[in-house]
Each structure stands twice: as C-alpha cells, then as structure tokens.
C-alpha cells in the first residue's frame, strides 16, 4: 500500500472515530467492511420537525483523492431544495480538497435545516421523517403478502357514481416484496376514483411505521373521469429520480385505470444502479397484473 493510501485509510478511521464520538446514536455503521455510514440530522430544536438521514460511502481514495459517495433521503428533499443542497456539499469539497469533509457536510446540513424551521411554518409531508438504516434488516418490516382475487382486478377498472361515498378508505393489497443486496422494495395497491382517497390512502399507509420509515415510497396513480373522458394521474418520485414518471409510464401501457400504486424502497446500504428501477417496476407490474 503506497505512504498516501496509507495515510487516507488512517484519516478515514480518525474521522470516523470523531463522528461516531460527537454524534454519538445518531451515527450509524451500515458496513464497516465496504465503509458505508449514515447519520441521522435533525434541526436541533426542542422538537425538531425537519429531518434528514445522509448516507455516505468512503471510497479507498477519500479524503486524499476522491470525494465521499452520498446519497441524501428525506420525504421533503426534492426539487430545487435537493439540487441546493448537493451544490453546497459539492462546494465544500472543492474548498476542501484532500481533507476530511463530512463533519463540515452535517454542519451545513443542520444549518439548512435549522433555516428551514426558523423561516417558514410549512410543515414537512404527512411522512414520518425518521429513516433508520439498520444493519440487520432482516425481513420483519415486511407486510403480510395478500395476493388479489379475480373479482379485486375488478374493481382495478371500476368506476363508481358520484354520490358514492368518497370517504370510503378503498381496501390496501400488499404484493410480494423483491430483495436484492440488501434493498427490499414492496408495491402496495389500491383501487381509488378520487384524489381525496388516493390521499387518505396514502395517510393510512404512512401510519404504517415500517412504511413510514422506507427511505423511499414511490407512487403514481390514474383516475379515468367518465364525465370528460379524460385521465386524471400524477406520480411521486420521493427522492429516487424519474422513479414516479417510470411507474406511471407502466401504468399507461398496462392500461390501468382507478388505481393508486405505491412502491416502498428500504435502502440496505449497497447501491443497486439501474437495477433499482428495473425491481421498482417488477414488483409493481407484478402487484397489478397479478
């Protein structure tokens, strides 16, 4: 091993011997082998509202050489708010060249958060925040697998009349969960007619702390309105980029209609690449065509 491989391996474990002692339980060890972590960040008020988990991966070349992988999860980080955020991190890094960054990344982090609290009253989404990556996932948090009867692809294209009772929580099917390197994904299916149930669906998911605690639920839904013949659909990515748009787009060519799906990823610490979308839309198709 060359003297700077050397000293970057001994930087690494200084640094993660610091932060593990600063941020104490909300440092987290995923794979001391391939050097994963996350953290857990919060915006340090009594009762903090804003959260963030931010996972990284040390490569061999960090801090000499190369920058920290990352990835950023939280059910309100999208948009413009997710590109500002990367693009501070981005600029750390490069006023900092080959040293240790990610105590100035938490820092700036928490900074965000804590402006975030202090300027606006907006409240986060209806998720629960909290994004635990445990080292065991074991397969506990999975829900029972309920697989959907003949006159359930029914109601999959059912339209009911207006005067029936939209409050009416439609019944949730929970299809059989794909797991690859540690990543669970797990689609969940619900005949709707209106946008008001798609959201007290998704609330009644959300109660769910396992579901809650996904570091992704993807969804899209297609409502047909009779009336103007034409679709009513929308989707949400979550975090995972193009994920939303890419589930919709199966919808279309599946041709369903009157049905919300969504897709729950639990993050197992190893990045899965493209792979990721092609298990998203597997267990999605498989809830729908089933």
């Not at 009911?160 to 299916?189: V, W, Y």
Request: contains cysteine; proline residues 5%.
């Amino acid at each position: 091993m060359a003297a700077s491989d050397t000293e970057g391996a001994q930087q690494q474990i200084d640094e993660i011997e610091a932060l593990s002692s600063i941020y104490g339980d909300d440092w987290c060890v995923v794979d001391e082998d391939e050097k994963i972590y996350c953290i857990k960040i919060s915006d340090c008020l009594d009762q903090p509202k804003w959260t963030l988990c931010l996972q990284v991966i040390l490569p061999p070349g960090y801090p000499t050489a190369e920058p920290p992988i990352y990835q950023l999860n939280a059910p309100w980080l999208r948009g413009q708010d997710y590109t500002k955020l990367a693009n501070s991190l981005e600029e750390i890094y490069v006023q900092n060249l080959g040293e240790s960054i990610l105590y100035l990344w938490v820092e700036k982090i928490r900074d965000v958060l804590v402006e975030k609290a202090q300027s606006s009253d907006q409240e986060p989404d209806i998720k629960n925040t909290t994004e635990e990556v445990d080292e065991d996932d074991g397969d506990d948090f999975l829900l029972d697998y309920q697989p959907i009867q003949e006159d359930q692809i029914k109601m999959l294209n059912y339209m009911t009349s207006e005067s029936r009772e939209d409050e009416e929580l439609p019944p949730i099917h929970h299809g059989n969960p794909i797991t690859d390197r540690r990543s669970t994904f797990q689609a969940h299916l619900t005949p709707v007619v209106t946008t008001r149930q798609v959201k007290r669906v998704l609330e009644k998911l959300y109660e769910n702390k396992k579901i809650a605690s996904a570091t992704h639920n993807i969804y899209a839904y297609r409502i047909y309105c009779e009336d103007k013949q034409t679709f009513l659909q929308d989707c949400e990515d979550d975090g995972e980029t193009a994920a939303g748009g890419r589930l919709l787009h199966l919808m279309q060519i599946l041709n369903v209609h009157n049905v919300l799906v969504v897709v729950s990823r639990w993050y197992g610490g190893i990045l899965l690449g493209p792979d990721r979308f092609k298990h998203i839309n597997n267990c999605a198709r498989n809830v729908l065509v089933e």
